[in-house]
């Protein structure tokens, strides 16, 4: 089962940047989909960004322009590079993995991004 451990977030000034990191094991990671997701109090979790095996990437309008994903294979790990951050932005980050286009069950525990105004 695949198993997923995010970190990087942190309070950050609207303006800035973060750069989250989401280490995955228990998968066969180029096999897989990578994508981060997002969920704010009160909201549904959103996919955000999404890099596909061959390295295409997809966001949500919301992101575009401002977020980068990419994979790095050899350390098994997805980056989300966070620029021009809002308040908006504000949510508990989290990584998952598409295999069949079916994401994993298996949740890490996220990784809290706060954006002050």
């Known amino acids: 089962q695949v198993q997923l451990v995010e970190s990087g977030g942190g309070l950050v000034q609207s303006g800035g940047s973060l750069r989250l990191s989401c280490a995955a094991s228990?998968?066969?990671?180029?096999?897989?989909?990578m994508g981060w997701f997002r969920q704010a109090p009160g909201k549904e979790r959103q996919l955000v960004a999404r890099?596909?095996?061959?390295?295409?990437?997809n966001y949500a309008d919301s992101v575009k322009g401002r977020f980068t994903i990419s994979r790095d294979g050899a350390k098994k790990t997805v980056y989300l590079q966070m620029n021009s951050l809002k308040p908006d932005d504000t949510a508990v980050y989290y990584c998952?993995?598409?295999?069949?286009?079916?994401?994993?069950?298996?949740w890490g525990q996220g990784t809290q991004v706060t954006v002050s105004s």
């Open positions: 998952n993995a598409e295999y069949g286009r079916a994401w994993s069950n298996n």
């Open positions: 228990g998968i066969i990671f180029r096999n897989y989909n």
């Open positions: 890099i596909a095996i061959n390295g295409h990437t």
